[in-house]
Every structure is written in structure tokens, then in C-alpha cells.
């Protein structure tokens, strides 16, 4: 493996430790995928430092465990701020 590699998934996983951050906002933050951040938390970080691997993954698993309470609130603010845009052009 690369060492520009084993170093990105060690800063990813010790960015999600840091800001609690969804695979998502990590791939946005450093320019790569989401398949490149799950990848490079759960396998490549596995071999390179298993108790972060641990860590951030615990992070990453309750992320995936509230995704749809997220997804509900995030439904509900787009219909809220729908209605109060109505409101005003009336």
C-alpha cells in the first residue's frame, strides 16, 4: 500500500474521531469518494492501526444507525421552509 494512502486513512479516521463526521462529510472534506473513505476505514486502516480502525468505526456504525432519523429531519426542514416561502409570497 502507498504511504500517501496509509496516511490519508489515518487522517480520515482521526478526523472522524475528532468531528464525529458522516462518510460523506469526510469524503467532501478530502476530496475523494465515499467508497474511497469506507474503503480506507474499514480495510486499508485495519491493517495499518487496528485500535483506531476500532474507534472510528464505532463513530461510522452509530452515523449509519441515526442516518434515517437524519434523513427524516432533513425531509421535514425542506417541507417547513416550503411552507414559510408560500406564506411569504402570499
Do not use: W
Not at 479516521?13 to 464525529?20: D, E, Q, V, Y
Not at 483506531?52 to 432519523?69: C, G, P, Q, T, Y
Request: aromatic letters at 2%.
Amino acid at each position: 500500500m502507498k504511504r500517501e494512502v496509509q496516511l490519508r486513512a489515518a487522517e480520515v479516521a482521526r478526523h472522524i474521531l475528532k468531528t464525529g463526521a458522516t462518510v460523506r462529510a469526510c469524503a467532501d472534506a478530502f476530496g475523494v469518494s465515499k467508497t474511497t473513505i469506507h474503503k480506507d476505514v474499514t480495510e486499508r486502516l485495519m491493517q495499518i492501526d487496528p485500535s483506531l480502525a476500532s474507534e472510528a468505526r464505532k463513530v461510522l456504525d452509530a452515523n449509519k444507525s441515526e442516518r434515517h432519523i437524519r434523513g427524516g429531519m432533513a425531509t421535514r426542514e425542506k417541507y417547513r421552509r416550503a411552507r414559510i416561502e408560500r406564506g411569504a409570497k402570499e
